[in-house]
């Protein structure tokens, strides 16, 4: 059971590239999460989706935007990668209603 | 929306000394708070959770109490051991959104 992973794990990327983060889960769960940590710091939501077919804006999603066109995918999306975005993204899922969360590996991404 | 603020940032205990973490939220509306652990380089895990209707939860070591009425939720951490350093993150739902995390050493 793979549970929830995410790709890449690490990726440097230049400036003005856009970039795609993957996250696909095997749990069948309806809520799916983007956070984002920097370092030193706490987890802030990106963006969330409650069910396919809706996305939702988190604490910080300006630069960032989703899709969930099915249960089990929810890439994020830079459309023009700026340093400020260098972080560690962590995907996560969980049932709908009150459920614990479960986390991928995260995605360590550089922008230079 | 919801704000979760959460204290100590960081905090130093010898082993076997308690440890209490203490959050607090805004949204009156949120019925979850989890509590979650991270280890150095690793993906948060589920420690423990509470629900809004209820005030007091345990878990061998581990004890989660939830005042309602004042918004403020606290983890305590007795007889800490060594493995129990790491960083520690309160949430709250809706869209859990996470406390700015709790930095804990544990030393021997």
């Known amino acids: 059971i793979a549970g929830i992973t995410q790709a890449p794990t690490s990726q440097i990327l230049a400036a003005g590239r856009r970039m795609t983060l993957r996250c696909t889960q095997d749990?069948?769960?309806?809520?799916m999460y983007w956070y984002r940590q920097d370092l030193g710091l706490g987890l802030r939501l990106i963006h969330y989706?409650?069910?396919?077919?809706?996305?939702g804006k988190g604490e910080v999603p300006d630069g960032y935007s989703v899709s969930r066109a099915n249960t089990d995918d929810f890439p994020l999306t830079l459309a023009s990668a700026v340093p400020s975005q260098t972080s560690v993204y962590f995907c996560?899922?969980?049932?709908?209603?009150?459920?614990?969360?479960?986390f991928g590996e995260g995605s360590r991404l550089t922008v230079l | 929306g919801e704000n979760v603020e959460q204290h100590p940032s960081t905090l130093s205990v010898q082993e076997g000394d308690s440890a209490v973490i203490k959050c607090t939220y805004s949204?009156?509306?949120?019925?979850?708070f989890p509590w979650y652990k991270q280890e150095l380089g690793k993906r948060p895990q589920l420690i423990i959770d509470?629900?809004?209707?209820?005030g007091e939860k345990k878990d061998q070591r581990i004890a989660v109490t939830l005042n309602k009425t004042a918004k403020h939720f606290s983890l305590h951490i007795t007889e800490t051991q060594p493995e129990d350093s790491a960083v520690y993150f309160c949430?709250?739902?809706?869209?859990?959104?996470f406390g700015a995390g709790t930095r804990l050493a544990v030393h021997p």
């Open positions: 996560a899922s969980s049932d709908s209603g009150l459920g614990e969360l479960f």
């Open positions: 749990m069948r769960h309806n809520a």
């Open positions: 989706s409650n069910t396919a077919g809706t996305t």
């Open positions: 949430a709250a739902k809706n869209k859990l959104i």
């Open positions: 509470i629900r809004s209707n209820v």
């Open positions: 949204d009156s509306a949120s019925n979850y």
